[in-house]
């Protein structure tokens, strides 16, 4: 997954993508995890001047006490198939203009009526079990450090859904998912 800062007039641009880095997974076809939020958490800039398409703040009650409040990044919710994401490939999330200031936090969200489920190369649907899936949000696995965000620049963020780490089969057919999702890269 991927957090992208574009250029605009009075900040950037705030894009939020997906990967994975290559799992043992030798008899699945695909792993698919639909999320239905991802949010960061905006530090130091103006929070009225985040506004795109119905995206930006969050009410009243998630806004902090000095110009920070959680900001939904995404639109609909979307599947990801993590084992088309590997090797360097990545897909987006979403993405966000926003004013000059820092990201401090980044928090994603599974869709538990969405599609996540592996299908094995033998064609059965596995669905996977949400119950080690925070409703909170899960939070990035990363000693995190804040993200500038620079008027006219992109911040492009990679964030990697390590499947090998968060699926726990248990018996045919069953998988435990338990998102570990960290940061892979940050480029300016």
Not at 75 to 103: F, T, V
Not at 121 to 126: L, S, T
Request: glycine share 10%; with cysteine; net charge negative.
């Amino acid at each position: 997954m991927s957090l992208a800062l574009a250029g605009c007039s009075s900040g950037g641009v705030l894009e939020l993508r997906i990967t994975d880095a290559p799992p043992d997974t030798d008899n699945m076809a695909t792993a698919i995890v639909t999320l239905s939020a991802a949010e960061a958490h905006f530090a130091g800039g103006d929070d009225d001047a985040i506004h795109t398409d119905g995206f930006g703040p969050k009410g009243d009650d998630e806004k902090g006490d000095h110009g920070d409040s959680w900001i939904r990044v995404t639109g609909e919710p979307l599947a990801y198939d993590l084992l088309r994401l590997q090797n360097g490939l990545s897909e987006l999330i979403g993405q966000l203009a926003l004013p000059a200031g820092k990201i401090t936090q980044i928090r994603l969200f599974i869709d538990p009526n969405g599609m996540n489920a592996v299908t094995l190369k033998n064609g059965q649907i596995c669905p996977f079990l949400l119950d080690g899936v925070d409703q909170t949000g899960i939070k990035i696995v990363h000693p995190f450090k804040a993200l500038s965000i620079k008027e006219g620049r992109t911040l492009q963020v990679t964030l990697d859904f390590d499947l090998k780490e968060s699926v726990d089969m248990t018996a045919p057919c069953v998988y435990h998912l338990k998102p570990v999702i960290k940061i892979k890269s940050v480029k300016e």
